[in-house]
């Protein structure tokens, strides 16, 4: 059974930095590709940033880019979503997610998916 887990959501102040992870089980990590996502209440689910497990390519959604870092250690199953100057709009739920294709930018092209670890930026 394939299981992602995140962790690190809190509530952090403008500006601040804040590093939450994934780790994953059930599954050849090293073959998916791994993405996070961004839910808020109302809104549809958000495209945030993929890396590729074939090429170590990654993408990054245009709000989120020069702020965000996406990495991944294979050796711990594990992606790390690296979030610095974040801002009152990032609120949400961070969800990891696994794609068995090389490149995925759609939450539609993701077959696993995490439980998500909250984030609120707040002072």
């Known amino acids: 059974q394939v299981q992602l887990v995140e962790s690190g959501g809190r509530l952090v102040q403008p500006g601040s930095s804040l590093s939450i992870s994934c780790t994953a089980s059930?599954?050849?990590?090293?073959?998916?590709?791994m993405g996070w996502f961004r839910q808020v209440p109302g809104k549809d689910r958000e495209f945030l940033v993929t890396?590729?497990?074939?090429?170590?390519?990654?993408n990054y959604a245009e709000s989120v880019r020069g702020r965000f870092t996406i990495s991944r250690d294979n050796s711990k199953n594990t992606v790390y979503l690296q979030m610095n100057n974040l801002q009152p709009e990032d609120t949400g739920i961070y969800s990891c997610?696994?794609?068995?294709?090389?490149?995925?930018?759609?939450?539609?092209?993701?077959?696993?998916w995490g439980q998500g670890t909250q984030v609120t930026v707040s002072s």
């Open positions: 059930g599954l050849r990590f090293n073959l998916y590709t």
């Open positions: 997610a696994a794609s068995g294709r090389r490149r995925a930018m759609s939450s539609y092209e993701y077959e696993h």
């Open positions: 890396k590729s497990y074939r090429d170590g390519r990654e």
